[in-house]
Structure formats: C-alpha cells, structure tokens
C-alpha cells in the first residue's frame, strides 16, 4: 500500500445490493412490454440506493428498479427501442408528478370527436 493510497477515495458498496435479478429484468421487461410510450431515466447511486433504472410509461406511472451497471440499463433499452436518460441532465418527466398527484391525462381520441358534416358544393354566381 503506497503512501497516496490512504487519501484516494475507495468505492464502497452498499450491503445487500447486487444489482438486478432475474425476477428484477423480468419485472422491467413486463413493464416496457404492457404499456405505451415509455422512458428510460438512470439514477445515480446514493448511499442509500444502488444505480437504479426509472421506467416512466406514457400516462406517467413509472417503475423504478435497482440495475447491475450502466451497460445493463443501455442494452435492456437498446433491445426493446426506448431512450434512455440521465436523470441528474434532464431530470423527469411533468407527467411522472402529475400521475403521483393523481392527475389523470385526458386525451381526446378520434371516437371522442362529434361527426364532421359535410356540405354540398358551394354554388357559384358567374
């Protein structure tokens, strides 16, 4: 042990955290498959939680699971097409509040519309 050694910082690694299970991927892998629209947002490690992965879906409802390392989370997004995030950049989606708040999103489909009438041509007067 060399006399620097004793001032560089050493990694310490939370008890009881190892990073995603199977059941953990196949919860992550169920999420992305059962709904619409979703993001991937990474979280850093705290001294509390492990690298964790944030799966925010188009209405808002998200599921938030612990992740072996980056390239985990890279290539479980890369294999089913969604992006992914560093949540200390850009930090979260509006709709991700709102669903925790209970704030529906209400959006208007093309069944909710009122029927178009259409008129005949337009006379002329030449």
């Known amino acids: 042990m060399g006399f620097l050694d004793r001032f560089r910082r050493r990694r310490r690694a939370i008890p009881g955290v190892?990073?995603?299970?199977a059941q953990t991927l196949g919860e992550l892998r169920e999420f992305i498959t059962s709904?619409?629209?979703i993001e991937a947002y990474i979280e850093p490690p705290t001294n509390?939680?492990?690298l964790t992965l944030c799966l925010v879906a188009g209405d808002g409802e998200y599921l938030r699971r612990p992740v072996k390392d980056e390239r985990q989370a890279r290539t479980l997004c890369?294999?089913?097409g969604i992006p992914l995030y560093d949540a200390r950049?850009?930090?979260?989606?509006?709709r991700m509040r709102d669903y925790?708040?209970?704030?529906?999103?209400?959006?208007?489909?093309?069944e909710d519309l009122p029927p178009l009438d259409v008129t005949g041509e337009h006379e002329r007067d030449d």
């Open 48 to 50: 509390v939680y492990a």
């Open 89 to 94: 950049k850009v930090g979260y989606p509006k």
């Open 18 to 21: 190892t990073g995603a299970s």
């Open 35 to 37: 709904r619409t629209g």
């Open 100 to 110: 925790q708040h209970g704030v529906r999103q209400d959006r208007i489909s093309l």
């Open 78 to 80: 890369t294999d089913h």
